[in-house]
């Protein structure tokens, strides 16, 4: 039998092997008390990736070679193979502080809760950025705080085994918004806990990131239609849910006009009668405190 171990680290990574020493020890540090695997999941990279996770010699470590299939389908493998009660994310660029995971477990217990997140340092082309107000973590019930954008970094995340085997993993058919799908879909039913500290370094700025090259509303929509279907928001979540969706259909709407791509723009007009249509015969507008006025 397998033996069971606390925690899962799964590392999707492709064409990274520049980034993952310092990755991989920075999972070493944060874990010194910890009993806990790593699984790096290769989605089919070209790069020495596999020469070098075998170089790194250790017992904590299983590689996982896949033809390249995106970073949910990599991340939904590392679920499969995982050992742990509780699943981390870290994306191959991103580093943790020491003692990240061990406070995470501890800021759990203390709430009760079966998933949680951390802080942040958000570094660009090498240059620390300031995060905007509308990225401020929050504890507890987020799924409103969730509707405009993603707020939970996977590299911050740690998340009970549960969770998975109730909702489901991450949706392969997302090029993009992956992740926002996937919080969407807990916070509506799970509260979050949240360790304010900045325990995760994200490195962004790569010329091959894929929130560069397509376009993220596309795939949020998507999620949102999905979120319509929830037995578990309440009726205030599901107003504000069909007004981002209405939102965001608007902005793909004028966005393709304003490219010229006048076939697509059309496409999302006739979602979006369609998406009056099924959810209601009146357009009343929405606030955020008052609800429908």
Not at 43 to 50: A, E, H, I, K, V
Not at 170 to 187: G, H, K, Q
Not at 208 to 221: F, N, T
């Amino acid at each position: 039998m397998d033996k069971r171990v606390l925690v899962s680290v799964i590392i999707p990574t492709y064409n990274r092997a520049g980034f993952l020493r310092e990755c991989l020890q920075s999972v070493f540090l944060s874990l010194t008390s910890i009993d806990f695997e790593i699984i790096v999941v290769d989605d089919g990279s070209l790069d020495n990736t596999r020469d070098f996770v075998d170089s790194f010699n250790s017992s904590k470590i299983k590689y996982i070679y896949q033809c390249n299939r995106g970073v949910s389908a990599a991340r939904n493998r590392g679920i499969t193979e995982s050992k742990g009660e509780w699943i981390c994310f870290l994306d191959s660029d991103d580093l943790w502080s020491k003692g990240k995971i061990g406070k995470q477990i501890e800021r759990i217990e203390k709430t009760k809760t079966l998933w949680g997140h951390t802080g942040e340092i958000w570094i660009r082309n090498g240059i620390r950025i300031n995060q905007q107000k509308k990225h401020q973590k929050k504890e507890g019930r987020i799924y409103i705080d969730s509707l405009p954008l993603c707020v939970v970094s996977p590299s911050s995340v740690i998340i009970h085994k549960s969770i998975f085997k109730n909702l489901g993993v991450f949706d392969e058919s997302f090029m993009v918004a992956e992740d926002y799908d996937m919080w969407l879909r807990i916070s509506s039913i799970y509260d979050i806990s949240l360790v304010p500290e900045e325990l995760v370094i994200k490195r962004g700025g790569h010329n091959d990131q894929l929130s560069k090259l397509l376009a993220i509303d596309m795939y949020r929509v998507r999620a949102l239609r999905k979120c319509m279907e929830f037995i578990s928001i309440s009726s205030y979540e599901r107003d504000l849910t069909l007004y981002y969706l209405f939102h965001k259909i608007n902005i793909l709407i004028n966005g393709f006009n304003k490219h010229k791509k006048y076939q697509v723009a059309s496409y999302y007009k006739e979602l979006l009668e369609h998406v009056k249509d099924k959810y209601f015969k009146k357009i009343f507008p929405i606030t955020k405190n008052r609800g429908r006025v």
